[in-house]
């Protein structure tokens, strides 16, 4: 069996099977053991594709998956996986009054449906496909939202519905134009094709190129959450549970920021190749500086860490704009290092919001004498976030900094600027909430050790990977965008 | 026939035109449908022109969706929700119409510039229909009800759906389906919403989603 469609079929599996299991206990095991299998899956994917020169093609090469979605493949199912298992604890912990019968349903089909689409994206070789499921993640993500039908989800999540909406209206202008621009030459389906359109772009008229890539780079950058159009995430983010935070912070921005990456690899081969670059490193500073000043007057848990997911956004942004293999080195570490560390301090808020019944930062005190085990993880997973050694984003950091000294010095000036006013916003934030004379009280919980595993995991991850670079995993990554080619 | 089709896209956006100066939420549910009316015409005329099986499909599938779903589901809604005696106030309505003209200005700037790429028999219907979805996108930011936002998303599936005929005769058609299919998806959802929204504040005007803004 085509081992891309053995990859999805746990996947579609759960979609199918969840909405019929009533039992809630039940239905969050099957969950998890959907991802589980899908992981193991993935491992044997991407272990495929890293040993194959050529990629591997599927459904007349409307799917593929080349050492880039192997990267990515890995990373998601990876954090599918530990979300669906920590799910386990946090549901049970759940109100049944807010998370009645039907909603529980709801959560884990559409949980199922989000990363399903998510994965199509990424091993998408059809542009039209790789919308169509990304369509798809941002309808599943909306559900998600607003799941709790709050008069504040429900804003949030009109305002990613309209936000959104507009973005990937923009993005299909954008791949109808690639699409017209290529035509001549890729005649039918051929010419939606990326690996065709990578092969063959230096022919293409460069003028509707450029318009083509401004649309697709506002439309899927409103996905990536790119200052101006980050409105939709803080909001998204302050009012979804602790599952959806994760998903959308590890997996869901880095595959928006691959579709646009994919689409600049197609410049790559043109004469503009460096106005998609220049694009890439505009947005990137602009949202990184934005991001860390708004970090500064945050008051809330879940927002403060949205912001630092768009600083985050900004960086890796830059690291791809400047594109130099030790930049995307940098950039491809810090993804790696952003989606795990982003991920854990979302699963410790979600039990942190559990048993305080606030996110107001004001009101949580002393957690690591109340809550010793979450208290400390949190602690742990803020200095990973802020790029402290030994955690992995400190060697990002780093190397985004040697990267930007050897290409664009005086670009370094704003990069440290933004990540010292981050650093110092998330810093002075966070010591009250971890240490003080005055502890606040707190409900607890059932059956922690099932949310505390996920959490250490991901933080093992991150020291494990500053000492050790996974140099095996970003290498052919590196190779292949240096290369430009399939 | 060319001067026909010309004359359809140069309709669509005079529609929107109509629908940014709206004030009755009815008559922006009418022209809405009126356009998606005009949209499958139009595909009728390039299919006549240039018959093709992936334009026949495409044109299929906008039938089904603009013409029939689309249209009775926003009825339905429009009759569940009551709208029929809603008005919306628009403030400084010459300024967003000098807006509007200014954004075809702009689309029209744009397209010259690409002319030679496009050729002089595509490049006012992909002005117009440019045009048409930056309109789209000023109604949405103009207007403060939910289901005027929604009406603006949909005049932009229609502006898409038109550049989508007027610059490649339409995509494969199982990406169209796909399109079509989430398109459609997407509307039950802003159909679930507006009810969700109308129970819990009583009405669909946004001042009642103003709980998350931050406070300098």
């Not at chain 1, 890796?316 to 991920?343: C, E, N, Q, R």
């Not at chain 1, 059932?446 to 505390?452: D, E, K, Q, V, Y």
């Not at chain 2, 048409?132 to 759906?161: C, D, H, P, W, Y």
């Not at chain 2, 802003?190 to 989603?209: A, E, M, V, W, Y």
Request: hydrophobic content about 55%; glycine content about 6%; charged content about 10%.
């Amino acid at each position: 069996m085509n081992p891309i469609l053995l990859f999805l079929i746990p996947s579609v599996a759960a979609i199918v099977t969840l909405p019929l299991i009533k039992n809630r206990r039940l239905a969050s095991n099957v969950s998890a053991f959907f991802s589980t299998l899908s992981f193991l899956f993935a491992i044997k994917l991407v272990m495929n594709a890293y040993t194959q020169s050529e990629p591997l093609f599927f459904f007349h090469q409307w799917l593929f998956c080349d050492k880039l979605s192997a990267f990515f493949i890995l990373l998601n199912s990876f954090i599918a996986l530990t979300t669906s298992f920590y799910a386990i604890s946090y549901l049970n912990n759940e109100s049944r009054t807010t998370l009645y019968y039907l909603i529980y349903r709801f959560y884990h089909t559409f949980f199922h449906i989000f990363t399903f689409s998510m994965l199509v994206v990424i091993l998408s070789n059809n542009i039209g496909l790789m919308w169509i499921a990304m369509e798809l993640a941002t309808i599943a993500s909306v559900v998600l939202v607003a799941l709790y039908q709050t008069s504040e989800a429900l804003e949030a999540a009109w305002k990613y519905l309209i936000l959104c909406g507009v973005g990937i209206g923009l993005a299909l202008l954008g791949t109808i134009i690639l699409y017209f621009a290529a035509h001549h030459y890729l005649p039918g389906e051929q010419g939606l094709l990326w690996t065709a359109l990578v092969t063959h772009a230096a022919k293409f008229p460069v003028k509707l190129l450029a318009v083509a890539f401004v649309f697709l780079f506002v439309g899927y950058g409103t996905k990536v959450g790119f200052f101006p159009l980050h409105n939709w995430l803080p909001d998204a983010y302050s009012e979804s549970s602790a599952m959806v935070n994760c998903l959308s912070s590890g997996a869901l921005l880095n595959i928006a920021l691959l579709v646009i990456l994919r689409f600049k690899l197609i410049l790559s081969h043109t004469v503009i190749a460096s106005f998609s670059s220049d694009l890439f490193l505009i947005f990137g500073l602009l949202s990184l500086l934005f991001a860390a000043l708004s970090l500064l007057r945050q008051r809330k848990l879940k927002r403060l860490f949205a912001y630092s997911s768009i600083e985050h956004m900004g960086l890796i942004s830059v690291a791809l704009g400047i594109g130099t293999p030790l930049a995307y080195l940098a950039g491809f570490l810090h993804i790696l290092m952003h989606s795990l560390s982003k991920s854990a301090i979302f699963f410790n808020i979600g039990s942190i919001i559990q048993r305080f019944h606030t996110q107001n930062m004001s009101q949580l005190k002393g957690l690591t004498t109340t809550i010793p085990v979450t208290g400390w993880c949190f602690l742990l997973c803020c200095f990973a976030i802020l790029g402290l050694p030994p955690f992995g984003l400190f060697f990002s950091e780093l190397l985004l900094i040697l990267a930007t000294l050897k290409t664009f010095p005086w670009l370094v000036i704003p990069l440290a600027l933004g990540l010292i006013i981050a650093f110092l916003a998330i810093f002075s934030k966070i010591q009250s909430i971890a240490f003080s004379s005055h502890p606040t009280e707190n409900q607890p919980l059932c059956n922690t050790r099932a949310s505390n595993w996920p959490v250490m995991l991901h933080l093992g991850l991150t020291v494990i990977a500053g000492f050790w670079i996974p140099t095996w995993l970003l290498q052919p990554v590196i190779h292949l965008l240096t290369q430009g080619t399939v | 026939m060319t001067s026909v089709l010309l004359f359809l896209i140069s309709i669509m956006v005079m529609l929107s035109f109509l629908m940014l100066m709206q004030i009755h939420v009815i008559n922006l549910i009418k022209l809405v449908i009126i356009q998606n009316i005009i949209l499958t015409s139009y595909l009728v005329c390039k299919a006549w022109i240039y018959p093709s099986l992936e334009l026949q499909l495409s044109l299929s599938i906008t039938f089904i969706i603009k013409v029939i779903l689309l249209p009775w589901a926003l009825w339905k809604l429009a009759g569940y929700l009551k709208l029929k005696q809603h008005t919306e106030s628009l403030i400084n309505k010459p300024t967003l119409q000098f807006i509007g003209i200014l954004l075809v200005i702009f689309t029209l700037i744009l397209s010259h510039q690409i002319e030679n790429t496009i050729g002089q028999q595509d490049i006012i219907g992909f002005s117009l229909s440019l045009a048409n979805s930056m309109l789209a996108i000023l109604l949405i930011t103009s207007r403060r009800k939910a289901i005027s936002q929604i009406i603006g998303l949909l005049v932009m599936e229609n502006s898409i759906f038109l550049l989508s005929a007027t610059l490649n005769i339409g995509f494969p058609w199982l990406v169209e389906l796909g399109m079509g299919f989430d398109i459609l998806i997407g509307f039950m959802i802003f159909g679930l919403f507006l009810l969700r929204i109308h129970t819990t504040h009583g009405s669909l005007h946004l001042k009642n989603l103003e709980k998350l803004k931050e406070k300098l």
